[in-house]
C-alpha cells in the first residue's frame, strides 16, 4: 500500500469531501479534517481504513498544529475552509467582515505555518481561493478581500518554500453546486445569471474542482508554483452576478 500521505482541511463536505475521494482513490492515506468533527469522522469511516479524521478550526492555531503534530509527516495538504456573507460595505458589521477573512485568509496562513514545518520535501499545498480574488461584487467586501488576499499569500508561500521543493498552488473557482452554495438556488434568476455568465454553459461540481487538486498534487504538476487557478467555465471574462439585487428583490416580494 502507498504511504502517502494528504490532509484536507475542510474535507467534511463539498470541495473538500471530492478532494479526499479522489485523493484516497489515487492511492493517498487521507485525513479528513473539518471543524464539523461528527462529519469528518462519517467521511473518513465512508473512505475506510486506513484513512482517519480529526476535528480542526482553521481560525484556532493550536488547533491547526495538533492535526499536523498528530497526523504528520505528510505529503499533500489540501486547505478547502471557507464561508461568505453578503452585506454593503456602509452596512458591514466589522466583526463579520473579521470573521470571514479569520477563516478565509488568517486561517490560510495558519495551515501554511504548519503545512511549511510538516509537510515532506517535495510536497504539496492546494488551497481554494475564488472567481471573487479578480471579480468585485457588490455586498462582498470581506470575501472578495479575503481571496484576493490568498492569491498574494499563495505566490509567497511558494517562494519560501521552493527551497525544499514545496509547491504551493490555489484553485479559483467560480460557482460549485456545494451545500455552502445551496441558498443561491434558492433566490429567483441569481443561479440564472451566474449561468448566463459562463460561457461554458453551467456551474461547476466538486468533482471539477477535485481534478485540478490531484493534477496540482501531482508529478505531472512539479513544475508548477505560485499558481492561482481559474477554474470557472469562463465566468471570469464576463460579470458577476447582481447578489444584492436579487437578494432585494426577493425580500420586497
Same mark, same amino acid.
Given at each position: 500500500m502507498s504511504t502517502?500521505?494528504?490532509?484536507?482541511?475542510?474535507?467534511?463536505?463539498?470541495?473538500?469531501?471530492?478532494?479526499?475521494?479522489?485523493?484516497?482513490? !489515487?492511492?493517498?492515506?487521507?485525513?479528513?479534517? !473539518?471543524? +464539523?468533527? #461528527?462529519? /469528518? #469522522?462519517?467521511?473518513?469511516? #465512508?473512505?475506510?481504513?486506513p484513512h482517519g479524521w480529526a476535528q480542526t478550526d482553521v481560525t484556532d492555531e493550536a488547533s491547526v /498544529?495538533?492535526?499536523?503534530? +498528530?497526523?504528520g509527516p505528510v505529503d499533500v495538504v489540501v486547505a478547502t475552509a471557507g464561508f461568505s456573507n453578503v452585506s454593503p460595505i456602509v452596512d458591514m458589521p466589522v466583526d463579520q467582515f473579521r470573521s470571514v477573512v479569520d477563516v478565509c485568509l488568517t486561517g490560510s496562513l495558519i495551515v501554511a505555518k504548519y503545512a511549511g514545518r510538516h509537510?515532506? !520535501?517535495?510536497?504539496?499545498?492546494?488551497w481554494m481561493s475564488s472567481l471573487n480574488a479578480r471579480q468585485p461584487a457588490?455586498? @462582498?467586501?470581506?470575501?472578495c478581500s479575503a481571496k484576493a488576499g490568498l492569491s498574494m499569500l499563495t505566490q509567497v508561500a511558494a517562494l519560501e518554500f521552493a527551497p525544499r521543493g514545496i509547491r504551493v498552488n490555489a484553485i479559483a473557482p467560480g460557482f460549485v453546486h456545494t451545500p455552502l452554495t445551496a441558498g443561491v438556488a434558492l433566490v429567483p434568476? @441569481?443561479?440564472?445569471?451566474?449561468?448566463? +455568465?459562463?460561457?461554458?454553459?453551467?456551474?461547476?461540481?466538486?468533482e471539477d474542482i477535485?481534478?485540478?487538486?490531484?493534477y496540482l498534487c501531482s508529478s505531472g504538476a512539479s513544475w508548477l508554483t505560485g499558481e492561482v487557478l481559474d477554474l470557472n467555465g469562463g465566468s471570469h471574462m464576463k460579470r458577476y452576478p447582481d447578489i444584492v439585487g436579487h437578494v432585494n428583490k426577493l425580500m420586497s416580494s
Open positions: 502517502r500521505t494528504a490532509f484536507v482541511v475542510g474535507g467534511a463536505s463539498g470541495i473538500g469531501w471530492a478532494s479526499a475521494q479522489a485523493l484516497a482513490t !489515487d492511492g493517498y492515506r487521507v485525513t479528513v479534517a !473539518d471543524l +464539523n468533527a #461528527e462529519g /469528518a #469522522e462519517a467521511r473518513a469511516g #465512508e473512505l475506510g481504513e /498544529a495538533r492535526l499536523f503534530e +498528530n497526523h509537510l515532506v !520535501d517535495g510536497g504539496s499545498l492546494v457588490v455586498g @462582498m467586501s470581506a470575501y434568476g @441569481m443561479l440564472e445569471e451566474y449561468v448566463e +455568465n459562463t460561457p461554458l454553459g453551467r456551474a461547476g461540481t466538486p477535485a481534478a485540478a487538486v490531484l
